[in-house]
C-alpha cells in the first residue's frame, strides 16, 4: 500500500507552518515522517508545489533554500511523474 504525503504534514515536519500553539502538530507530524519508509511513500507533485509556495511565500525562505528542501524531501520518497 503506498501512502501519498499532504503538504500539512510535510510543511509540520519542517517547522514551517508553526504558532505558539502548533508544538503538538509538528511533533506529530515530525513522528509521522520519521516512520514512515522510503518504499511506501510517494510525495505528490502537487504538494511538490505547495510546500515551495508555503516555503517561499509564508516562511519567506529564500528560493534556494525552498529548492534545497524539496531536494530533500525528493531524496528521501519518490515521487510517480
Given amino acids: 500500500m ?3 504525503l499532504d503538504t500539512n504534514v510535510v510543511a ?3 517547522g514551517i507552518m508553526t504558532a505558539p500553539d502548533d508544538d503538538r502538530k509538528v511533533d506529530q507530524a515530525q513522528r509521522i515522517m520519521d516512520a ?3 518504499h511506501d511513500v510517494v510525495v ?3 504538494v511538490l508545489g505547495e510546500y515551495y ?3 517561499t511565500r ?3 525562505c529564500p528560493a534556494s533554500d525552498a529548492r534545497a528542501r ?3 524531501l525528493l531524496h528521501r520518497f519518490r515521487c510517480p511523474v
Fill in 36 to 38: 514512515l519508509s522510503k
Fill in 44 to 46: 505528490p507533485i502537487q
Fill in 12 to 14: 509540520y515536519a519542517g
Fill in 70 to 72: 524539496l531536494d530533500a
Fill in 53 to 55: 509556495r508555503v516555503l
Fill in 2 to 4: 503506498l501512502i501519498a
Fill in 58 to 60: 509564508k516562511a519567506r
